[in-house]
């Protein structure tokens, strides 16, 4: 058993990415991953709302809409559970830690609106998960999606370094270069324990 959840983290994170993969949350990827700070906190907001937004639709789905035949209802009640948790988070880095949260500044809004979040909720009553393989998917997928957007910060780093050709400067070298990390990603598809 513990090797079957060992591997829901790993697939989640590596194998079926949510950014390089599945292609969702591409906005926020491509919007915060200009600076680095930003990047790693946006990552952490992104773990916290995805591993406690999949908890909290686990129990919901199991133990009210599924039993009281409300399953057409997952999608809105989902997307209200998001929206709580992400004013959650707003909340607390506007008091305790303004200038991350001037830096993230549209897009941590933009969390509720993520279609990653959702998509894992759903993706996770979709494949039958029970609460705990639902938050290792969550969490595994939020560190999925925090490792592409550090890492999409560290290449634009260094692109901005670099003498890039006048026609690929800007958004052609950075869609380039996460288009290479997908690539790379697809590497680990092989993976198995």
Do not use: H
Not at 34 to 52: R, Y
Not at 60 to 77: N, R, S
């Amino acid at each position: 058993m513990n090797g079957s959840l060992i591997m829901i983290v790993i697939g989640s994170a590596l194998i079926n990415n949510v950014v390089l993969n599945q292609f969702l949350g591409i906005c926020s990827f491509l919007g915060v991953s200009k600076q680095m700070k930003a990047s790693a906190s946006l990552g952490g907001a992104v773990i916290f709302v995805i591993t406690i937004a999949s908890a909290v639709a686990s129990l919901l789905y199991d133990y009210v809409l599924a039993p009281l035949g409300l399953d057409y209802m997952k999608t809105i009640v989902f997307i209200l559970v998001i929206a709580a948790l992400v004013q959650i988070v707003e909340m607390f880095l506007k008091k305790k830690s303004p200038a991350i949260y001037k830096a993230l500044g549209i897009y941590l809004p933009l969390i509720t609106t993520n279609c990653a979040v959702l998509g894992v909720a759903l993706t996770n009553v979709q494949d039958g998960y029970n609460f705990a393989q639902s938050v290792l998917s969550g969490f595994g997928t939020a560190v999925g999606y925090t490792l592409a957007i550090i890492l999409l910060a560290s290449i634009r780093t260094r692109i901005r370094e670099e003498d890039i050709p006048a026609p690929l400067r800007g958004a052609p070298i950075v869609l380039i270069s996460a288009a290479l990390m997908s690539i790379a990603f697809m590497g680990f598809s092989g993976l198995s324990f």
